[in-house]
């Protein structure tokens, strides 16, 4: 004679299973919400990376530079130059490429100083420019920071 059993899951095994697969699937979209913000962080910081190499290029290439014939443009002047600040931030960080309209605005901070350098008592006429780019994401205020030597063109 044969026996019919049934099988079945029990009221409390099903809801152990779909208590396993929320905590995996909140861990899956807790991991992707990480990386989307790291992804944003980076993207932040290559747009300053690109404010921030502009500007030295247009420290290395302005023209003329000749101290001795007091041809200094006013990239190359010596001291502290701002563009933008943090109560008012314009330089654009970040745009969006689907609507074209800036989503991030930075400011930037570029000090120019003489290095005094000399060789046999000749001034070698070298410029020292760091440019700082700042910006600020979700409250915290991020900064990209390079550095060049400009020399005389003659």
Not at 14 to 43: D, E, F, H, K, P
Not at 60 to 86: C, K
Not at 103 to 120: F, I, K
Request: with cysteine; hydrophobic share 40%.
């Amino acid at each position: 004679m044969r026996r019919n059993t049934l099988h079945a899951f029990t009221l409390l095994e099903a809801m152990v299973s779909i208590g396993v697969l929320g905590s995996g699937a909140a861990s899956a979209i807790a991991c992707l919400l990480q990386l989307n913000y790291n992804a944003t962080l980076s993207r932040l910081k290559t747009g300053a990376g690109t404010v921030a190499q502009n500007q030295i290029d247009t420290i290395l290439s302005i023209q003329p530079y000749n101290p001795q014939y007091n041809q200094i443009p006013p990239q190359l002047a010596v001291g502290i130059t701002l563009t933008g600040s943090p109560q008012n931030p314009t330089v654009p960080i970040y745009t969006d490429p689907v609507s074209g309209t800036v989503v991030v605005y930075g400011w930037v901070v570029t000090n120019v100083s003489d290095t005094n350098q000399s060789v046999s008592g000749v001034n070698l006429n070298l410029r020292q420019a760091n440019v700082s780019v700042f910006y600020t994401f979700r409250g915290k205020t991020y900064q990209v920071q390079m550095n060049t030597l400009r020399g005389s063109d003659i």
